[in-house]
């Protein structure tokens, strides 16, 4: 069975700061891995994908994530953040089957 | 663009009344998925779907059914609703195992 954990439930930075939230995940066999992005009222938005290749992996809005398989990490990362992405950032593996599971999420606050 | 629609938005409904949650996708995808979210506890999933009349339990199955007549439509019914089925309910869709895409949520709210 696959896991997901976030390890920050609440992440606070002021614009302009780099921010990371970290994700580690646990599965017995190779993984596909996703960040997505939940702004208030809406459903989730499809951020970056990790299927395979390199482990360094450029999404929209500026994010980026980064692959460690031994350190069963995907850890999500924005140099410079803007109040704009003030929102819940979800973190999801799937095994290549149909199936995602979700982490609990972290939700992100930008201050001016 | 992918497009799913979930019918409502906000949906009040009483303990005990039948609820029909509607899911539909323009993008001919096989599979689609209904999902709770509740705070501190991430995206569920309730059950799923991967061509029509097919179904499987998700992780959180009981006091749900799904029904899945047409490729593009994918309805989740609360047999007799509870208290604690309040929550955000969003579906999804994707082709193969392809990312998700997601509809905009329906908040149901039991009294």
């Known amino acids: 069975a696959q896991s997901v954990t976030q390890l920050d439930s609440q992440v606070p930075v002021f614009e302009e700061a780099p921010v990371e939230l970290r994700c580690n995940y646990s599965s017995s066999v190779s993984v596909y891995l996703f960040w997505y992005v939940q702004y208030p009222n809406q459903g989730l938005q499809l951020l970056l994908k990790?299927?395979?290749?390199?482990?360094l992996v450029k999404g929209i809005n500026g994010f980026e994530a980064e692959f460690n398989k031994s350190q069963t990490s995907f850890h999500l990362r924005k140099p410079s953040v803007h109040i704009s992405d003030t929102a819940e950032y979800f973190c999801?593996?799937?095994?290549?089957?149909?199936?995602?599971?979700f982490g609990q999420g972290t939700r992100l606050t930008i201050n001016p | 663009d992918v497009k799913v629609t979930q019918s409502s938005r906000y949906l009040v409904k009483r303990t005990g009344e039948k609820v029909f949650l509607e899911c539909v996708q323009d993008m001919d995808h096989e599979n689609m998925f209904w999902y709770r979210q509740d705070p501190g506890l991430g995206l569920r999933l309730i059950y799923f779907?991967?061509?029509?009349?097919?179904?499987e339990k998700g992780d959180i199955p009981e006091g749900y059914s799904v029904s899945r007549e047409k490729k593009e439509r994918f309805s989740l019914i609360l047999e007799s609703a509870s208290t604690n089925q309040t929550s955000m309910y969003l579906c999804?869709?994707?082709?193969?195992?392809?990312?998700?895409?997601f509809g905009d949520g329906t908040r149901l709210s039991i009294l």
């Open positions: 990790y299927l395979s290749g390199s482990t």
């Open positions: 999804a869709s994707n082709h193969r195992a392809g990312p998700q895409h």
């Open positions: 999801a593996v799937s095994d290549g089957a149909q199936k995602l599971v």
């Open positions: 779907s991967y061509d029509v009349k097919m179904k």
